[in-house]
């Protein structure tokens, strides 16, 4: 091993346990901000101010403008880990290109869309939890599911355009092969797009986005200018693996599941706490932050065996791409230099991949990939 491999490696393995306890401590966080909100009286406060406002006929501007308030006061006690996440760590670890102000403006373009996310989804489960008291949950899970849907269809070409430039990819060996690749696997996209990450990062990435007329295959500049095309192909058919493989119909049904049980026990535990904690109705959104915890800690605990599943499906999209290859050579190339460029703990620790990580190890995924 030289001095080089073993000094990413060891930064990789600090890089990421730094990260796993950034992301405890702001789960302690975030508790504790809930339960300081709901029971300080500042969510009431709010709650009966914009009431009085608005007046009670005009409870849907009483919900949308709470969670637009909520939503920014949250974002600006959590910004410090925000900034120090996603500037101060990556800068350290050479993993960003970005001015403060290039960070800056892409935190608060993603809060500006989180805003908006979120002022409709917590507008329409309000008004289903006043409409349809008993079923809302139900009616919920489906409308989460399809404004998933919608989300995902115009994501790159509404939201994802807002953080990186993307271009078609220039005519070239690897347009060609890329088009006889999704050819043969029956595949039809949008196009081939060069993902401009290299003036932010120095990560590399691919991926398909989109859904349905959305459709494309996007292949990060990093990417296209580090790799040999055997190993960008290796990729690409990794993703065709779960195009065939069925992944996003898997991921879909999951996720409706998921969904449906959350709801659902988010309902008992909102019914519970409203009653336990004299919070008044369950469609009062002053109760906001006890509902929100119930879905947190349902996600919490549903998130090792989703995780579970997608390791899995992982693992059947790299098959695939070795069964397309022919050999595993090229995957296990492009994954080794993916885990390096991109600072990634090739052997986390079992208990931590378990809970946390949707993609098996590196180490696992070479291992597998070469032995079947």
Request: aromatic content about 14%; glycine content about 6%.
């Amino acid at each position: 091993m030289t001095d080089h491999k073993a000094n990413r490696e060891e930064m990789a393995k600090e890089y990421d346990a730094i990260n796993n306890r950034l992301f405890l401590i702001q789960i302690l966080i975030l508790i504790v901000l809930l339960a300081a909100y709901q029971f300080s009286g500042a969510s009431a406060a709010l709650a009966d101010g914009l009431t009085e406002r608005f007046g009670e006929n005009l409870w849907y501007v009483t919900n949308l403008v709470y969670t637009v308030i909520s939503v920014f006061g949250f974002a600006a006690f959590m910004m410090p880990f925000s900034y120090y996440s996603g500037y101060v760590l990556e800068h350290h670890y050479g993993l960003s290109k970005e001015t403060f102000g290039e960070w800056f403006g892409d935190f608060f373009k993603s809060l500006m869309i989180d805003l908006v996310l979120a002022g409709i989804l917590f507008s329409v489960v309000y008004a289903l939890l006043r409409l349809i008291p008993t079923w809302w949950w139900l009616a919920a899970a489906v409308f989460y599911i399809l404004f998933a849907v919608v989300l995902s269809t115009v994501a790159p070409v509404v939201i994802m355009p807002l953080f990186h430039k993307f271009e078609p990819l220039e005519e070239g060996d690897l347009t060609e092969a890329v088009r006889k690749m999704m050819t043969q696997a029956g595949i039809n996209v949008v196009g081939v797009y060069k993902w401009g990450l290299e003036e932010k990062t120095t990560t590399a990435n691919a991926a398909f986005a989109g859904f349905g007329k959305t459709k494309r295959i996007i292949l990060g500049d990093t990417l296209l200018s580090g790799y040999s095309q055997e190993e960008i192909l290796s990729i690409l058919a990794h993703e065709i693996g779960h195009y065939k493989n069925k992944d996003t119909t898997r991921l879909m049904f999951t996720s409706a599941v998921l969904a449906l049980v959350g709801f659902f026990v988010a309902h008992h535990c909102l019914v519970g706490l409203t009653q336990i904690f004299n919070l008044g109705e369950i469609y009062n959104i002053a109760a906001a932050p006890a509902f929100i915890f119930s879905l947190f800690v349902f996600s919490l605990i549903s998130m090792p065996f989703a995780n579970m599943h997608s390791r899995r499906r992982e693992f059947a999209a790299d098959a695939y791409a070795v069964k397309e290859m022919g050999s595993p050579e090229s995957l296990v190339s492009a994954l080794e230099k993916l885990a390096d460029q991109n600072l990634s703990n090739k052997e986390p620790a079992p208990w931590i991949e378990f809970l946390l990580h949707s993609h098996p190890s590196m180490t696992r995924r070479i291992e597998r990939a070469r032995n079947g």
